[in-house]
C-alpha cells in the first residue's frame, strides 16, 4: 500500500488538524483510501459528508461566528448555552466520579 499523508479536513464549520498517514494501523487492506485536495475518501465514500451527516443526526450545533459578531442577542444565547454545558458536564463527570 501506498503511503499517503494529510494534516487537514476541514467541514462545515470545523477543522480537523492532525497528522495522519495511510500507513498507520487504523488503516488495513479492507479498507481502500485516496485524498483529494479538500477531502479524504474511505471506500469512495466522503469522510466530510460522513461526519456532517453524523453532526447532522445527532445535532451537533455548530457556533457561527460570523453571525454572533452581527447579533449580539445570538451571541449572549450561545455564550449561556455554552457555559450551561460546560456547568452539565462537569456535574456528569463528577456523579460518574461519585458512582464508582
Not at 22 to 35: L, P, Q
Not at 70 to 81: A, M, N
Amino acid at each position: 500500500m501506498s503511503k499517503k499523508s494529510f494534516s487537514n479536513i476541514t467541514g462545515t464549520n470545523w477543522t480537523w488538524s492532525g497528522n495522519l498517514s495511510t500507513s498507520d494501523s487504523i488503516f488495513s487492506n479492507a479498507i481502500t483510501t485516496k485524498t483529494s485536495a479538500d477531502d479524504v475518501y474511505l471506500n469512495e465514500k466522503s469522510l466530510t459528508e460522513i461526519i456532517q451527516n453524523i453532526e447532522k443526526q445527532i445535532g451537533i450545533l455548530n457556533q457561527n461566528f460570523e453571525l454572533e459578531e452581527r447579533w449580539s442577542e445570538l451571541k449572549e444565547l450561545g455564550d449561556k448555552y455554552r457555559a450551561l454545558e460546560k456547568e452539565l458536564l462537569n456535574k456528569e463527570q463528577v456523579w460518574n466520579t461519585i458512582k464508582r
